[in-house]
């Protein structure tokens, strides 16, 4: 999953697995405390079996409150509202207003104190209206506030099916007791579609999506079950072919989620932005270009200029570090205000609409069954054709699960074991596995229990 140049790995990897944020383990709750002693099993209980788990999302509801909102609550509508009061105490805004500032900047303060006192009261009734609610509630995806709801924003890309991509859903007591799961960590990005348009800006050449977990389904019939860098394929393959009892049972490589951000390493987000920026470098100006441009250069290797024509082609020969660093760049505020290309909307565009608000490293949505074998160089490049990962990982479709299983569910013994080495290296620990150990989770009657009950609460995985 990193750099195409093979003595680059250990570094872009390393470069990588901190710029995707990657969640401590030890932050998680474990919902299945109940069943941690695997010799002493409890019935599954928790908050994960009720639904009100720690990443449940924060409803929009919360921003349309009828009663006046509590300066001290802190959630994002509030506090932006606040932040306006402060910054309009010296701007009148109301024709009465005008009258107390004949008064000096004593009566102005006053005027504007006694709306604060009056809003707190309820005098103004809700003391944010639904449409600043709707534009301030900060949503799971990305983990920042964004400028809309996120199905409006969504209505606002525009997408062409070019394949039909079939997939199944197994239970829990499907995978046989006694078999492997390993993680196949990857992005979000969507599988099988062209996106035509991003934020209503048609592209002149469509972007192809072929990631995330559809992939696995998307390759069924060629028996191809991941794709990523030789580096990564072959640690999974031969991490396959060590799980003890091998040879007597299946290893299931279950796709593992990263962060949301994580996308922006792929070609997908650098194929949409230099896309984009045919369209928006004349409205930006020539000091902006040239200052991106510095920043870019000092950044990444033999840069060609952020509005030049080559901007795609040299992105796809570049690093996922490099990519993920371009996608970075101009998501800074300093672009987005002198109006480069919209990253939030790429990325919402780009990622599957499933896979929005997941919770990082809860997965299970595409599983297959893995052979051991990896394909490399021009023999990978015959089958399941990739722009970002060029190695194939073989295996068989099995299915996927409902919907997301939580990772202190999904990993219940993988997760602590993370948890015990150095939280800060945990996103590598994801994508190299744990030296020395297994890097999978063993399949008993108290996991199929445990993830059924889950299934059987929340039966779409939410």
Known sequence: MFGRNPEADDAALAAYARDIAPVDPRSVPFAMGAIAAQDRYQP???????????????DIEAAQRDTPRDPTGGDPATTKWLGQQAADMLIPTEPWEYGMMAMGPAGRVAGKLGKIGALAAGAYGSAVDDAEAAKWVKYPFNNIAVGDTIANLAKRNAHVSTKDIIEK??????????????????????SGELVTHIGEKELRNPVQTQGGYQFIPEWQKEGVAWASD?????????RVNRFPGRDDTDVFGVYTPMSPQSIDASHHVSDALAQLMHHDKANISSTAIEKFDEKAGKLLPNFPGVASEDLQGYL??????????????????????????????????????????????????????????????????????????PSKLLGNYTGGLPGALPPELLWRDLLPQIAARDPSAAG?????????????????PQWQDAAAEYYRRNPRGD
Not at 169 to 190: A, E, F, K, M, N
Not at 436 to 442: A, Y
């Open 428 to 444: 590598k620990i994801w994508l190299t596995g744990l030296k020395g150990e297994h890097f999978g989770q063993r399949v008993d």
């Open 230 to 238: 030789r580096s990564p394929v072959s640690a999974i393959a031969g």
């Open 316 to 389: 796809r020969g570049q690093t996922m570090t490099n990519r993920n660093v371009f996608a970075k760049l101009m998501n800074k505020k300093g672009a987005r205000s002198e109006g480069f290309p919209d990253v939030e909307q790429a990325r919402l565009a780009l990622t599957h609409p499933d896979l929005i608000d997941t919770p990082s490293y809860a997965g299970g949505q595409s599983i297959a069954s893995l052979s051991g074998r990896a394909l490399h160089g021009r023999e990978a490049s015959e089958v399941a054709s990739h722009y970002t990962y």
């Open 44 to 58: 599954f209980q928790g908050s994960a079996a009720t639904g009100r788990t720690p990443w449940q999302r924060m």
């Open 169 to 190: 859903t197994i239970q829990p007591h499907d995978i046989p007791v006694g078999s492997w799961l390993t993680p196949l960590v990857g992005d979000r990005s969507r």
